[in-house]
């Protein structure tokens, strides 16, 4: 299974706005592979697309707009937002089963010059 968890580089932990995340870190539970990549060119609503197509199943992400979780979840990706900290340590929680997410990371934001 592939787990995409929104990524901050320069402080290697979950980003906090998943329609704005310039990377991605990838971790693949079956074969413990971790990388790093960049969006895609990507922003909100192709993100999901883009990530199904890599084969991620689960997305990990500090903050998602309710447009953003809808878009996810209807695609049949796992859904876990509100994560904070070092992307090492969700990980690791993601694997012993303690990782929880929290609904309440979930915002409306608007987008001024957005078209939805």
Do not use: W
Request: aromatic share 8%; glycine share 12%.
């Amino acid at each position: 299974m592939k787990i995409a968890i929104t990524y901050e580089k320069e402080t290697n932990s979950v980003f906090q706005h998943f329609g704005r995340t310039e990377y991605f870190y990838i971790f693949d539970t079956e074969s413990n592979e971790e990388k790093v990549i960049d969006n895609g060119g990507y922003g909100h609503h192709d993100l999901v697309p883009y990530l199904k197509s890599l084969g991620v199943s689960t997305l990990i992400c500090g903050g998602i707009g309710s447009h953003g979780a809808k878009a996810v979840t209807s695609s049949g990706l796992n859904l876990i937002p509100g994560a904070v900290g070092d992307v090492k340590n969700v990980i690791r929680a993601f694997k012993d089963g303690s990782l929880v997410g929290n609904p309440n990371a979930m915002h409306s934001c608007s987008h001024e010059g957005h078209n939805h």
